[in-house]
């Protein structure tokens, strides 16, 4: 962007005093974005939430000879830990990642900003590595692949590969050295109770105002978008991308609807998202 100004040249004293006063106020603009810059980035840090479905109270501990600042989760609310969804405790880039003597099969998320989440002794992944996942979504299935005596998640935080204090809706938890002592319940994925977290993925994915191809679109999605799936029905046969299917997403805060092709979901129908 160029600009011009024309400074006749009776005014060329002011225009000095001007440039000086300019140079001043440019200086004192910079050191105050000097000092706003710090705590932005004190705050870089992804508000987590807890690594397993919404509803779900869970025990942890830290226990003697756990590498880094590790906890380990197993279920306290009467359910059973093998086979629990795991889920991305922030948005992130997820990692398939298998350590068979140690971690087992694991992901790992990169939120960005030097942070990481590890969830390690999955039974299954659930997403493929390089996926973008949304906080929420399940990422792997609890499970004891690996050095374990049984299920359960060993969730980690870390920043520039140091673990960190985990932190959860920004708390520190403690760090009991056995189960029963302290607890979470976790309020990831619960949204507004009326929808389920995806991302998306592809490029310029219009929205739609229904289910169909020849109904007006209503936004598009220059990229991978974080998305609340409020329900899902059958409409036009959308074939895209190598894949072919006619179940559509209600987006909640797009307001209308794009193919599930676009959801990073390897099943056509999203499995627990309602029907519209
Ligand atoms: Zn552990």
């Not at 000097?34 to 705590?39: A, D, E, K, N, R």
């Not at 889920?87 to 790992?108: C, D, K, Q, V």
């Not at 229904?210 to 959308?238: E, F, M, N, R, Y």
Request: some cysteine; hydrophobic content about 30%; charged content about 15%.
């Amino acid at each position: 962007m160029q600009k011009t100004r024309r400074v006749p040249k009776t005014q060329g004293v002011q225009s000095t005093r001007l440039k000086r006063f300019a140079a001043t106020l440019g200086a004192l603009l910079a050191a105050t974005i000097g000092m706003i810059v710090l705590p932005v980035q004190a705050h870089a840090e992804p508000t987590f939430k807890a690594p397993f479905p919404c509803g779900q109270k869970w025990t942890y501990a830290h226990f003697s000879g756990e590498v880094r600042r590790a906890l380990d989760f197993i279920r306290a609310d009467g359910g059973t830990t093998n086979g629990t969804p795991v889920l991305a405790s922030a948005a992130g880039t997820a990692t398939r990642l298998s350590e068979p003597g140690g971690a087992g099969n694991y992901i790992a998320i990169d939120h960005g900003g030097g942070w990481k989440t590890y969830y390690f002794h999955l039974s299954a992944y659930s997403v493929p590595s390089g996926a973008q996942v949304a906080q929420g979504q399940q990422i792997g299935v609890t499970g004891s692949t690996g050095n374990t005596t049984g299920p359960h998640i060993h969730y980690e935080q870390l920043l520039n590969g140091v673990g960190q204090t985990i932190r959860i809706n920004g708390t520190a938890l403690p760090y009991p050295s056995s189960y029963n002592q302290s607890y979470l319940t976790s309020d990831n994925g619960c949204g507004d109770g009326t929808g389920t977290p995806y991302m998306t993925w592809g490029t310029d994915v219009r929205v739609h105002a229904d289910a169909t191809l020849d109904s007006p679109v209503v936004t598009t999605l220059p990229g991978p978008t974080s998305v609340i799936v409020v329900c899902q029905k059958q409409g036009d046969t959308v074939t895209a991308e190598g894949y072919t299917n006619n179940w559509w997403s209600k987006l909640r805060d797009q307001g209308g609807f794009i193919t599930n092709i676009y959801i990073n979901d390897p099943n056509a129908k999203l499995p627990g998202v309602p029907e519209c």
